[in-house]
């Protein structure tokens, strides 16, 4: 089966197919940085990073950017509040979304712009929406005339007769209709401003992604995700704006993650009923939010609660314990070596061993499946509830041992993407360390004893210039750290 994703657009799960052969240029919304992202933002970027991995795990060169919101009312009031300068609150939150993300396992992506870099692009893109007669100028702000472009409405399925009638009737003269939204707003006293063709101002919320996006991927991309809340107005208003621009489908395809809610409600900033990620990592670990995270599609909305991370974070301890098992099984392989005895081959090995077959397929069935998380990762409690009757070291025979590395990779690879274990422990780190120091000096012993005082003198000041300091006694050589 290949790859099916649930696409906004079209409302339907469509096969897969890049607009390039085998290379998916990805876009998502990134967080506007006013506080520190909560755990439902949080979710939604999680997300966007498994698909991208799961992506290139499955073959795809993807080119992946998340842009940074570095202007906005938010960071405006924010830094009046606090009696700042604005860029000292968006330096603050970007460097605290960096340490956030890092701390959920997931990888940087491949740009990471912000507006304030951006604002030629931004105001080029203006122009040509009013040189292409999709927005007007009006007392130094510009306007997206949402009348002109035919196709608005169509991520959202609402229509302009609907969203008409339905509008505030702002008193607002300087736009034609109510619809309009606005591309660059004129100054206000005492607020950043930018000079502009029209005045001095600065860009509107929606036309940063697609100038931004435009600029880092390209005119057309494969994938465009972001929350679900983001549909309308922020990515219908992107679309009216690129698609006008370019005359080109701006996006393939839109995936949009759901909510998390706290007691049917969704968390937000503006309803104060959110926990920020980093608080929440403070009592739980990252493979439990993870875990917590995957258990559900990615479009279905998430209940937040302290008992259902406590959950995850027990089921990541018991997935930890089975592997460490395996892997400890795997490692008195090698001390003993060559064949570990000719155990019969026991059935609950010989069943395992059949079931992983099934379990392998049906994983994958699951995350080409709309990168169905959900059910990829009951394929794995299966897994690793059947790992846990075969890790004895009394069934340890070749055949069995065949099968645990088996097992042990595929999780592995698995892990790559979906990172609901963590296997770069720093107590495995510093018994690695101790090791190559310990070997580095035994080398040194050798090349004494043959009286070569020049490499012997390199290795130890080497690890002398690294911080480790050596101490040579008649009852041998000695290190500490300095
Ligand atoms: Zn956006």
């Given amino acids: 089966m290949s790859l099916k994703i649930y696409n906004t657009l079209t409302r339907q799960k469509e096969p897969f197919v890049p607009i390039k052969e085998q290379e998916v240029l990805m876009y998502s919304c990134g967080p506007t940085v006013y506080n520190y992202i909560h755990i439902g933002n949080a979710r939604t970027f999680v997300m966007a990073d498994i698909i991208r991995r799961y992506l290139e795990y499955s073959g795809y060169k993807v080119k992946f ?31 605290g979304f960096f340490e956030d993300i890092a701390k959920l396992g997931m990888r940087m992506p491949d740009a990471v712009p912000r507006v304030t870099e951006h604002l030629d692009e931004i105001i080029n893109l203006v122009q040509t929406l009013i040189l292409k007669g999709y927005a007007y100028e009006s007392e130094g702000s510009v306007y997206y005339d949402v009348g002109k472009f035919a196709g608005y409405g169509k991520l959202s399925g609402k229509n302009i007769d609907d969203l008409m009638s339905g509008a505030r009737v702002e ?107 980093r608080d929440v990592l403070k009592k739980f670990r990252p493979e439990a939010v993870r875990i917590f995270f995957l258990q559900k599609h990615y479009a279905s909305p998430l209940s937040y609660s302290e008992d259902n991370l406590r959950d995850a974070e027990n089921a990541h301890k018991r997935l930890e314990m089975i592997f460490n098992k395996v892997q400890q099984a795997l490692d008195l392989k090698e001390t003993l070596g060559g064949s570990v005895g000719t155990v019969a081959i026991n059935p609950d090995v010989e069943q395992f061993s059949k079931d992983l077959d099934r379990l392998e397929k049906e994983f994958h069935e699951a995350m080409d499946d709309d990168f169905n998380t959900a059910a990829a990762m009951g394929k794995i409690f299966e897994i690793f509830n059947g790992l846990s009757k075969i890790t004895s070291p009394k069934l340890l025979n070749d055949f069995s041992l065949y099968v645990l590395k088996r097992t042990r990779d595929l999780i592995l690879e698995w892990n790559e993407f979906l990172g609901f274990l963590n296997l770069s422990k720093p107590e495995n780190v510093s018994k690695k360390y101790e090791k190559i120091v310990d070997l580095l000096l035994d080398i040194r012993m050798d090349l004494r004893k043959r009286k070569e005082w020049t490499l012997s003198d390199k290795i130890r000041d080497g690890l002398n210039e690294i911080g480790i300091a050596i101490e040579d006694s008649p009852d041998g050589t000695k290190w500490k750290l300095k």
């Fill in 171 to 277: 008193v607002n003269e300087k736009k034609k209709s109510p619809l309009d939204f606005v591309l660059w707003k004129a100054v206000k006293p005492g607020e950043p401003s930018w000079e502009s063709l029209w005045g001095n101002g600065r860009p509107g919320w929606h036309i940063e992604c697609s100038a931004m996006c435009m600029n880092h991927l390209a005119d057309q991309i494969d994938i465009h995700c972001g929350g679900s809340d983001l549909v309308f107005p922020h990515h219908e208003n992107e679309i009216a704006q690129s698609e006008a621009a370019t005359g080109k489908l701006f996006s393939k395809y839109w995936i949009h993650c759901g909510f998390l809610n706290i007691d049917n409600e969704k968390m937000s900033k503006s309803l104060g009923n959110f926990w920020l990620a």
């Fill in 65 to 95: 950017v998340m842009n940074i919101t570095d202007i906005d009312d938010k960071i405006i009031n924010e830094a009046k509040d606090k009696d700042l300068d604005f860029s000292d609150v968006t330096q603050l939150y970007t460097e």
